[in-house]
């Protein structure tokens, strides 16, 4: 619940939070500059505006704010690429993209149908979605995640193309799984359906192994 966050909850006095909010930005572009990156400098500037905009009013816009919430998750992704010199193909941003939107859906699903009247006092952008809507939403952007890592897997190497084309398969069975997982009533938060259902885990670490062993081979 958010009121147990830090700040929420008084734990954390918003003083030291602003300061230590300032702290951790100017470290981010500050490392960006000490290493000369500039895509990683561009991406932690672009990770700060787009959180300070959502904020500020984005997160009151219907759909536009669940694609900020996606967006973080793929600037994170490219700054760690760049921080590391990790070269990355577009079908895996793609990946990475539609994964990041699919858990955002997802997440704004379970709560209109989990809470429902108090979804709004939640989440006032709420008043504005359908679940019919989000249930599409997810489906279409689950497949088209899905499509796109098949995509990515046909570019590789030939060595590694049959393992990470293998490592498919479990990824296929982990969005099937999750999309039954958020359709059932009164769900857990979107986070414990990921981290902490024992099929889900068994799923995502099948691929996690077929995907490595892909790397090893390569």
């Not at 577009?90 to 809470?115: D, H, I, N, Q």
């Not at 952008?125 to 939403?137: D, E, N, S």
């Not at 193309?161 to 296929?172: C, V, Y």
């Not at 039954?180 to 990921?194: G, Q, S």
Request: aromatic share 10%; charged share 15%.
């Amino acid at each position: 619940m958010k009121r147990n966050r830090p700040i929420a909850s008084g734990a954390l006095p918003e003083r030291h939070a602003v300061i230590l909010a300032v702290a951790a930005a100017a470290c981010a572009v500050g490392v960006g500059v000490v290493i000369r990156e500039p895509l990683l400098v561009l991406t932690a500037s672009a990770y700060l505006c787009l959180s300070f905009l959502y904020s500020l009013r984005l997160k009151h816009v219907a759909y536009v704010e669940m694609l900020i919430v996606a967006s973080g998750f793929l600037l994170r992704v490219l700054g760690g690429a760049a921080a590391t010199h990790v070269k990355l193909s577009v079908w895996f941003l793609l990946v990475c993209s539609l994964g990041a939107l699919g858990v955002a859906v997802a997440k704004r699903y379970t709560e209109l149908t989990g809470l429902g009247a108090d979804a709004v006092r939640h989440r006032p952008v709420m008043r504005w979605y359908q679940p019919a809507w989000l249930r599409v939403a997810q489906i279409v952007v689950g497949a088209g995640m899905l499509a796109t890592y098949l995509m990515w897997a046909v570019t590789e190497t030939t060595a590694a193309r049959p393992w990470h084309l293998l490592s498919a398969l479990p990824l296929a069975a982990a969005l099937g799984w999750f999309g039954v997982l958020t359709a059932r009533p009164a769900v857990r938060p979107v986070e414990d359906l990921i981290l902490r259902d024992a099929i889900m885990l068994c799923c995502e670490a099948a691929w996690l192994i077929l995907f490595c062993f892909g790397l090893y081979v390569e």
